[in-house]
């Protein structure tokens, strides 16, 4: 199966809720500029930047650094999921649904085959930026 991350919307994030998941992502993504980027670009064969809208955030690793393209819809359907292969643009995938779980966790579930050992030092990374104090998902 590989490395995956699992998010299930029960319903769609508020307005309010996504535009904090977004603006924090944007931070996160100017914060990691500082010290080492994100590796991260709209899909594997698309170099243009990352899309973040009033819709969705997408996104996948560079190069040989790509996997499986990274989706999260503020009105998504269900069930989605992500295979990194703990490639590089792994951390900027937990990035995005920590913030997911931190702004609207009546929005989606999050799950992942990684645990502690994995989120952890991403958790460690973003408290330290200070934009904002955050916990890990109660299923990691």
Not at 111 to 118: L, R, T
Request: hydrophobic share 40%.
């Amino acid at each position: 199966m590989g490395y995956t991350h699992y998010v299930r919307q029960s319903k769609p994030a508020s307005d309010e809720q996504w535009a904090a998941v977004c603006n924090d992502f944007r931070k996160f993504r100017a914060a990691a500029l500082l010290g080492k980027p994100f590796p991260i670009q709209r899909e594997e064969d698309d170099s243009s930047d990352v899309l973040i809208d009033d819709e969705c955030i997408i996104f996948n690793g560079i190069g040989e650094d790509a996997y499986e393209t990274f989706m999260l819809e503020k009105a998504g359907d269900g069930f989605s999921a992500c295979k990194t292969a703990r490639k590089p643009y792994d951390t900027a995938v937990v990035v995005v649904l920590i913030l997911a779980n931190h702004h609207a966790p009546d929005a989606w579930g999050v799950s992942s085959d990684g645990g502690i050992g994995e989120w952890q030092p991403v958790l460690d990374w973003m408290n330290s930026t200070r934009i904002g104090t955050y916990t890990l998902p109660k299923s990691i």
